[in-house]
């Protein structure tokens, strides 16, 4: 788990820009300076702002968005027909399935890679896929307890790099691994007709409860502009129906607490109006319950709390296997990391050392 650092939004662009989130125009300042540029294009809602508001200094990265979006829905489309031809049941998740489906246009909703979630049975078999379209894997610490994913990257005619993250757990920390089961998704899923016949993602109870997790589980609690629009537009599109399937399944992950604060950050940005809370739809004792998900809003939390929370997840066994697999990576990963400085033993007590250290600092 890492987390997401962006710049704060200056001050006197957060009306103007809560407006423009909202769909609305307003008054922005007559000419941005970089840092202001910058934050608007970290936070992901550069294209977005620029859709409602046309600022001059927005225009790049708005048509950068639209211009790589055909290239990249083309390759996903690829992508899954491969995938399909070789029965392996797969689906979008995250930013691209919100792309298509709650967004305006697809471009609106920047993202770096594609995520995909397969089974756990199926992930050799469809990374092998992915190797025989001619993507490279990028190598991992061997961390399989806290590594439920591999990225993979290939350069396309044009020239264009397209990136995929292959997860076969919805979140790589052990105490949220288990949040979203890939059966119950898929048999929920809903199609995604722009990305082809074989493209599915996750239904919108589904999709909130992952944008829920997905902030505070990897990005420690971010206050990531797009990532709350997320929120806040799935909400949108629910029934009340929606929310109570979504809301019962928070509370049988036990992360309702992460869930309300997702959401609490969404409707102070989006200016909504609360609603479709817990208290609807749970009862009193689930509301009271304690949560150990909840540490991970904590501002004081470190990097060595976060691990004794992950591996409390655990049973005895496998925490002493998530250790040593963390102590001794494989070596090819150490090569990758620290280059070939030094001798491989050296490199073993390099990052214990920087390891060791870890643990100390803040998360935030």
Same mark, same amino acid.
């Given at each position: 788990m890492e987390a997401f650092q962006v710049p704060p939004i200056p001050p006197r662009l957060r009306e103007p820009l809560r407006a423009a989130l909202r769909g609305q125009t307003a008054l922005w300042p007559p000419d941005l300076d970089d840092g202001e540029v910058r934050a608007l294009v970290e936070h992901g809602v550069a294209p977005l702002?620029?859709?409602?508001?046309?600022?001059?200094?927005?225009?790049?990265?708005?048509?950068?968005?639209?211009?790589?979006e055909p290239l990249r829905a083309a390759d996903l489309r690829d992508v899954l027909r491969e995938l399909a031809s070789r029965g392996i049941d797969v689906l979008i998740t995250k930013g691209t399935a919100l792309a298509y489906d709650v967004y305006a246009a697809p471009e609106l909703r920047p993202r770096g890679d594609?995520?995909?979630?397969v089974s756990r049975d199926q992930a050799e078999e469809a990374i092998a896929v992915f190797r025989a379209c001619g993507f490279a894997?990028?190598?991992?610490? /061997?961390?399989?307890? /806290?590594?439920?994913?591999?990225?993979?990257?290939?350069?396309?005619a044009h020239g264009v790099r397209?990136?995929?993250?292959?997860?076969?757990d919805?979140?790589?920390?052990?105490?949220?691994?288990?949040?979203?089961?890939?059966d119950a998704m898929r048999a929920r899923a809903i199609a995604v007709p722009p990305l082809g016949e074989h493209a599915r993602g996750l239904n919108h109870a589904d999709a909130l409860l992952l944008a829920c997790i997905h902030r505070v589980a990897h990005h420690h609690d971010s206050e990531r502009l797009i990532w709350l629009v997320d929120v806040a537009l799935l909400r949108d599109r629910m029934s009340p129906d929606e929310h109570r399937d979504f809301w019962q399944q928070a509370a049988a992950?036990?992360?309702? /607490?992460?869930?309300?604060?997702?959401?609490?950050?969404?409707d102070e940005w989006l200016s909504r109006t609360p609603r479709h809370g817990a208290e609807e739809f749970l009862g009193a004792d689930e509301l009271a319950r304690d949560e150990a998900s909840s540490a991970f809003l904590d501002r004081e939390l470190t990097y060595g709390g976060v691990m004794l929370a992950n591996l409390r997840a655990l049973p005895w066994r496998l925490r002493m296997q998530r250790l040593w697999q963390l102590a001794f990576p494989p070596a090819a990963f150490l090569r990758q990391t620290y280059g070939a400085r030094g001798p491989l033993p050296w490199l073993y007590v390099r990052r214990g050392v920087r390891g060791v250290r870890r643990l100390f600092r803040r998360m935030s």
């Amino acid at each position: 788990m890492e987390a997401f650092q962006v710049p704060p939004i200056p001050p006197r662009l957060r009306e103007p820009l809560r407006a423009a989130l909202r769909g609305q125009t307003a008054l922005w300042p007559p000419d941005l300076d970089d840092g202001e540029v910058r934050a608007l294009v970290e936070h992901g809602v550069a294209p977005l702002v620029y859709a409602v508001q046309s600022l001059p200094n927005l225009r790049d990265a708005a048509i950068r968005a639209a211009a790589i979006e055909p290239l990249r829905a083309a390759d996903l489309r690829d992508v899954l027909r491969e995938l399909a031809s070789r029965g392996i049941d797969v689906l979008i998740t995250k930013g691209t399935a919100l792309a298509y489906d709650v967004y305006a246009a697809p471009e609106l909703r920047p993202r770096g890679d594609v995520d995909l979630l397969v089974s756990r049975d199926q992930a050799e078999e469809a990374i092998a896929v992915f190797r025989a379209c001619g993507f490279a894997e990028r190598l991992t610490s /061997g961390d399989e307890h /806290g590594v439920r994913q591999v990225a993979l990257t290939r350069s396309d005619a044009h020239g264009v790099r397209h990136e995929y993250d292959l997860h076969w757990d919805v979140a790589n920390t052990p105490l949220f691994a288990s949040a979203l089961r890939f059966d119950a998704m898929r048999a929920r899923a809903i199609a995604v007709p722009p990305l082809g016949e074989h493209a599915r993602g996750l239904n919108h109870a589904d999709a909130l409860l992952l944008a829920c997790i997905h902030r505070v589980a990897h990005h420690h609690d971010s206050e990531r502009l797009i990532w709350l629009v997320d929120v806040a537009l799935l909400r949108d599109r629910m029934s009340p129906d929606e929310h109570r399937d979504f809301w019962q399944q928070a509370a049988a992950a036990r992360v309702v /607490g992460i869930c309300r604060r997702s959401i609490e950050l969404a409707d102070e940005w989006l200016s909504r109006t609360p609603r479709h809370g817990a208290e609807e739809f749970l009862g009193a004792d689930e509301l009271a319950r304690d949560e150990a998900s909840s540490a991970f809003l904590d501002r004081e939390l470190t990097y060595g709390g976060v691990m004794l929370a992950n591996l409390r997840a655990l049973p005895w066994r496998l925490r002493m296997q998530r250790l040593w697999q963390l102590a001794f990576p494989p070596a090819a990963f150490l090569r990758q990391t620290y280059g070939a400085r030094g001798p491989l033993p050296w490199l073993y007590v390099r990052r214990g050392v920087r390891g060791v250290r870890r643990l100390f600092r803040r998360m935030s």
